[in-house]
């Protein structure tokens, strides 16, 4: 199963489609409170496979994340849900042929 099934899951993952942060917070567990909710989070694999940069990306997402968020003000502009809806598989989710992405209007902060 690749990620992008494993992680819109209902049964794991209710309103996968939600963007719900805090499902990720304390110690979250699965609906069925059985099971941590951090062993079906694979985007970087599990198991013998894992990638061995993993560490470093989540600080590097952090770290880029922060500063974008600081320094810019970013609006999202004629974009919507139907621009990144998955509509097909071809070994990696995809998008519509029609979509242009997400895109974002930015400007400097005035600090």
């Given at each position: 199963m690749d990620t992008w099934?494993?992680?819109?899951?209902?049964?794991?993952?209710?309103?996968?489609?939600?963007?719900i942060p805090e499902r990720w917070l304390g110690n979250p567990r699965?609906?069925?409170?059985?099971?941590?909710?951090?062993?079906?989070?694979?985007?970087?694999g599990k198991g013998s496979r894992i990638c061995l940069g993993m560490n470093l990306a989540h600080a590097e997402i952090v770290l880029v994340i922060a500063a974008v968020f600081r320094r810019?003000?970013?609006e999202i502009f004629e974009?919507?849900?139907?621009?990144?809806?998955?509509?097909?598989?071809?070994?990696?989710?995809?998008?519509?042929r029609d979509s242009k992405g997400v895109r974002?209007?930015?400007?400097?902060?005035?600090?």
């Open positions: 099934h494993m992680h819109h899951d209902e049964s794991i993952f209710p309103q996968s489609y939600t963007f699965a609906p069925n409170d059985k099971v941590r909710l951090k062993r079906y989070m694979t985007s970087f810019f003000n970013l974009s919507s849900y139907e621009d990144v809806r998955i509509v097909r598989d071809v070994v990696a989710p995809d998008a519509s974002a209007r930015v400007g400097l902060c005035h600090l």
